[in-house]
């Protein structure tokens, strides 16, 4: 995750993070990516099921019922382990996490037990008596997922009115007074949809919004065709940092960031280097503080039957399941090669990763694609867009 308002338009200075001890539980959520200690933000796909049927989906999610989910007593004995384990953040997800009806008992029960608790929606359920409840409750934050504006988003959703129904849902989060967010999937289908998100950042007073780059898991293994180029990604980068200035200049704080390509890092600490050196000091101090991806050590997955995994792109790969042991006995055991070796990643890729000069600030980027076009899990993920020249 790279905050592009943090870094590029400064909002974020190394002592913020410093100020604080850098360690997960004392820092507020907006610094947590700089914690020191990297306790792992956990994200539980609740339920499988889901009301869209969205071609990118990782978790091949159905609008069906499926059996093994975790009971909501199950989900609870969960909760209590991470809050103890001293998980700062608790991101309910499916499928589409308010199918589940027990959803407001679960994220109330983690409010309880002292944790930050978010959701990730594709925000169609959002009634406002429900918007009131997740107010009630404490919940943090919720991520609603626009892939575009209309005519874009429905197609990539998978079913008419999606969109509609999400702009509802976040009117709804606003209107209770719970912060709402964005989340945006690249590719080519919608890159051109970028501005007009911007657009409604600013129509709509939506404080926060996370360009995700494209991973190739689950229905989105069948998209790798759909990936930008190298010279699309640091085009749209470009394209995101301007748009972020423009906003800020203009008197927007809005929080804009980018996740799952940690290239997307040294891209923006080069450009700063030439428009503002004393600013891309201090940047590149944070991406250091930052590590780079953390699958498998500050970012954990949950599945909706218990199976525990590096991250939610992962499924194929399973460390354990909490039904038989507790999450923080799994993700502290040393024994199982993959997670101790990603705990550790930067001496194990191989490549132009292991020469590259940007390792301390990217940790060899996302393995998992890496391992999807590759079939070698250690290899250069092929979605960095950093030349050779720039990595040496």
């Known amino acids: ?49 889901c009301n869209l ?19 909501t007593e199950e989900g609870k004995m969960l909760i209590a382990d991470l809050a103890q384990f001293g998980a700062p953040v608790l991101l309910l997800s499916g499928g589409e996490p308010l199918v589940r009806k027990d ?5 109330a029960y983690a409010v309880e037990k ?33 892939d575009g504006m209309e005519d874009i988003n429905d197609r990539f959703r998978g079913v008419k009115g999606a969109f509609n ?67 699309e990604t640091r085009a749209v980068l470009d394209l995101i940092m301007d748009y972020t200035q423009s906003l800020h200049d203009r008197g927007f704080q809005k929080e804009v960031l980018t996740v799952d390509n940690h290239a997307d890092g040294p891209y923006l600490y080069l450009r700063l280097l030439k428009e503002n050196p004393k600013r891309a000091e201090e940047v590149l101090e944070l991406l250091k503080m930052n590590e780079g991806n953390s699958s498998g050590r500050g970012i954990g997955c949950v599945s909706w039957d218990g199976a525990v995994h590096a991250d939610q792109f992962w499924r194929h790969h399973s460390f354990g399941n909490v039904r038989q042991r507790p999450f923080s006995e799994i993700w502290t055991d040393a024994s199982d090669p993959l997670l101790s070796r990603l705990k550790e990643k930067k001496k194990y890729v191989t490549g132009r990763c292991a020469e590259c000069r940007w390792l301390d600030v990217c940790a060899g980027n996302f393995r998992v694609r890496a391992e999807a076009v590759t079939g070698d899990i250690w290899a250069p993920d092929p979605a960095c867009y950093l030349t050779d020249a720039e990595i040496r």
């Open 1 to 49: 995750m790279i905050g592009i308002s943090k870094l590029y338009c400064g909002t974020v200075e190394p002592s913020d993070a410093l100020r604080y001890g850098r360690m997960s539980s004392q820092l507020p959520s907006h610094l947590l990516q700089f914690s020191q200690d990297k306790k792992p933000v956990v994200v539980w796909n609740i339920t499988r099921r």
């Open 53 to 71: 049927k969205c071609v990118h989906c990782y978790a091949h999610a159905k609008d069906i019922p499926f059996e093994n989910e975790l009971s």
């Open 103 to 107: 959803l407001p008992e679960l994220a």
């Open 114 to 146: 002292g944790m930050r608790a978010v959701i990730s929606t594709n925000g169609t359920l959002i009634t406002q008596k429900m918007a009131e409840t997740l107010k009630e409750i404490g919940l943090s934050y919720v991520g609603i997922s626009l």
């Open 165 to 231: 129904a999400a702009l509802e849902g976040i009117k709804n989060c606003k209107a209770a007074g719970i912060k709402v967010g964005l989340r945006f999937t690249v590719n080519k289908f919608n890159v051109g949809e970028i501005p007009n998100i911007f657009h409604l950042l600013e129509d709509m007073d939506i404080p926060r919004v996370c360009f995700y780059h494209l991973v190739y898991a689950g229905r989105g293994s069948n998209l790798v065709e759909q990936d930008l180029s190298h010279g």
